[in-house]
Antibody, heavy 120, light 108 residues
Framework: EVQLVETGGGLIQPGGSLRLSCAASGFTVNRNYMNWVRQAPGKGLEWVSVIYSDGSTDYAESVKGRFTISRDNSKNAVYLQMNTLRAEDTAVYYC??????????????WGQGTLVTVSS | EIVLTQSPGTLSLSPGDRGTLSCRASQSVSSTSFAWYQHKPGQAPRLLIYGASNRATGIPDRFSGSGSGTDFTLTISRLEPEDFAVYYCQQYVRSPWTFGQGTKVEIK
């Protein structure tokens, strides 16, 4: 069974740093495209970042230069290092698996999310 | 950036009604990289449709997707009480992988 468990959220002051972790089970993270998606209070879903199976990465403009996605194949985990945090980064952060199935690509599994609150 | 615009913003329906949700892309999107999700408060989003028209594993056949190019539709043929939620479309054709702003399906 595919499972994703996010940890590391909490209350952090503006300008601070936080690292989110996503522990995966039931599949291998380095064979999939692993994503972070967030939802700010009262807002919709916003894609944040992806790490592809070849290790390359991509980011939303709103976090580029501040956030870094990485993975640890030995732990089958994905991370999101968030620096220079702003109030507008306050959100529930979801870890999600993207995969290719035949000619289709989609995100099929999500964690329950971890809440990040940026406030003084 | 490919902008996805969903309409309506809110759909007020009764159980048993048919719901039709629209998603329009600012430029053509490959159907193979287009999906619909259901999201309920406090829960993880749930994949409903991938490839614009393929139901994900375990999704009831009252959910169907259609469309191509810039216009896509999610249809719920007969609303069940558990279907009241927010629905999002998403494209994976080109980074950034954008979501629509969501359509809330609420009980009338």
């Amino acid at each position: 069974e595919v499972q994703l468990v996010e940890t590391g959220g909490g209350l952090i002051q503006p300008g601070g740093s936080l690292r989110l972790s996503c522990a995966a089970s039931g599949f291998t993270v380095n064979r999939n495209y692993m994503n972070w998606v967030r939802q700010a209070p009262g807002k919709g879903l916003e894609w944040v970042s992806v790490i592809y199976s070849d290790g390359s990465t991509d980011y939303a403009e709103s976090v580029k230069g501040r956030f870094t996605i990485s993975r640890d194949n030995s732990k089958n985990a994905v991370y999101l290092q968030m620096n220079t945090l702003r109030a507008e980064d306050t959100a529930v952060y979801y870890c999600a698996r993207g995969l290719w199935s035949g000619s289709y690509f989609y995100v099929d599994s999500w964690g329950q999310g971890t809440l990040v609150t940026v406030s003084s | 950036e490919i902008v996805l615009t969903q309409s309506p913003g809110t759909l007020s329906l009764s159980p048993g009604d048919r719901g039709t949700l629209s998603c329009r892309a600012s430029q053509s999107v490959s159907s193979t990289s287009f999906a619909w999700y259901q999201h309920k408060p406090g829960q993880a989003p749930r994949l409903l449709i991938y490839g614009a028209s393929n139901r994900a594993t375990g999704i009831p056949d009252r959910f169907s997707g259609s469309g191509s190019g810039t216009d896509f539709t999610l249809t719920i043929s007969r609303l069940e009480p558990e279907d009241f939620a927010v629905y999002y479309c998403q494209q994976y054709v080109r980074s950034p992988w954008t979501f629509g702003q969501g359509t809330k399906v609420e009980i009338k």
